[in-house]
T-cell receptor
Framework: NAGVTQTPKFRILKIGQSMTLQCAQDMNHNYMYWYRQDPGMGLKLIYY???????DKGEVPNGYNVSRSTTEDFPLRLELAAPSQTSVYFC??????????????FGDGTRLSIL | AQTVTQSQPEMSVQEAETVTLSCTYDTSENNYYLFWYKQPPSRQMILVIR??????QNATENRFSVNFQKAAKSFSLKISDSQLGDTAMYFC??????????FGKGTKLSVKP
């Protein structure tokens, strides 16, 4: 029962560097999401996907890119890391469409620091 | 715009007692879902309880129950017989037609022995 797997768990980047946060789920879920959680705050949606080949922006997409070439994987790309992107990043997936009560399943998060 | 407000940044309760966490939300939708998530120091997001807006009966999961007042747009969480393991951040979340969860800022709950 792997569920949603995020790698890495921790990372420190220098300003201007690039990196990809990996997210994989083994539940055959169509819907996948990336959130960021800043200190003392709730989660904010960065990008989401309703199926392979389909992605859309969430509330805070600037500075990020995503792709969804397979149902299982939904990587998040930071092209030019900035200190404002220091945060904890969560990936989530769910099986049902928006009008169902299926909950989201969350990964354990990636703590990212930009120095 | 849909919003979720948790007005209690921090709360504490004695072990074995009952505590209620508040949540209000704003939406023009009629059908939606509400959730409470628990985030312990391990950072995991754990679903505690969910409520469908079309159901009048309040959801219950063991020691956790909600008081859902649709007209008032209120969705409070009651934890009975509080345990030390309940210490965590608790997030109220709204799920609307756009398909993503909208989170409140959270309430930090401390259960004291």
């Amino acid at each position: 029962n792997a569920g949603v797997t995020q790698t890495p768990k921790f990372r420190i980047l220098k300003i201007g560097q690039s990196m990809t946060l990996q997210c994989a789920q083994d539940m055959n879920h169509n819907y996948m999401y990336w959130y960021r959680q800043d200190p003392g705050m709730g989660l904010k949606l960065i990008y989401y996907s309703v199926g392979a080949g389909i992605t859309d922006k969430g509330e805070v997409p600037n500075g990020y890119n995503v792709s969804r070439s397979t149902t299982e994987d939904f990587p998040l790309r930071l092209e030019l890391a900035a200190p404002s992107q220091t945060s904890v990043y969560f990936c989530a997936s769910r099986s049902g469409p928006p009008d169902s009560n299926q909950p989201q399943h969350f990964g354990d998060g990636t703590r990212l620091s930009i120095l | 715009a849909q919003t979720v407000t948790q007005s209690q940044p921090e709360m504490s309760v004695q072990e074995a007692e009952t505590v209620t966490l508040s949540c209000t939300y704003d939406t023009s939708e009629n059908n939606y879902y509400l959730f409470w998530y628990k985030q312990p120091p391990s950072r995991q997001m754990i679903l505690v309880i969910r409520q469908e807006a079309y159901k009048q009966q309040n959801a219950t999961e063991n020691r956790f129950s909600v008081n859902f007042q649709k007209a008032a747009k209120s969705f409070s969480l009651k934890i009975s017989d509080s345990q030390l393991g309940d210490t965590a951040m608790y997030f109220c979340a709204f799920w609307g037609s756009q398909g993503n969860l909208i989170f409140g800022k959270g309430t930090k709950l401390s259960v004291k022995p």
